[in-house]
């Protein structure tokens, strides 16, 4: 199995930054895909950005400009680099891993366990 464990989520002013962090664990052969969504009460959860294995990156709109995705393949590790923070970024931050486990020739999806950021105005 494989594990996530999220880190970097707070309380910041508009126009702020944070850094959210996911390393991901256990009985890993290779990643893939790994992404950040996010979701508000009420709302579906949304992509954010994503970056294949590659280094190929995607964003969504509301965030384009202003958030960095990026990843350390050596640490199994992706990161997302928040600035220009807004109020309505305000949600919980998901992160997403695709995944081949030892001895399976399937992907399968992994998430963490969320991470709250706040935005003041």
């Known amino acids: 199995q494989v594990q996530l464990v999220e880190s970097g989520g707070g309380l910041v002013q508009a126009g702020g930054s944070l850094r959210l962090s996911c390393a991901a664990s256990?009985?890993?052969?290779?990643?893939?895909?790994m992404a950040w969504y996010r979701q508000t009460p009420g709302k579906q959860r949304e992509l954010v950005a994503t970056?294949?294995?590659?280094?190929?990156?995607n964003y969504a709109d509301s965030v384009k400009g202003r958030f960095t995705i990026s990843r350390d393949n050596a640490k199994n590790t992706v990161y997302l680099q928040m600035n220009s923070l807004k109020p309505e970024d305000t949600s919980v931050y998901y992160c997403y891993v695709g995944a081949k486990i030892s001895g399976s020739r399937n992907v399968y999806a992994y998430w963490g366990q969320g991470t709250q950021v706040t935005v003041s105005s």
């Open positions: 970056i294949t294995s590659g280094g190929s990156t």
């Open positions: 256990g009985n890993i052969f290779s990643i893939n895909a």
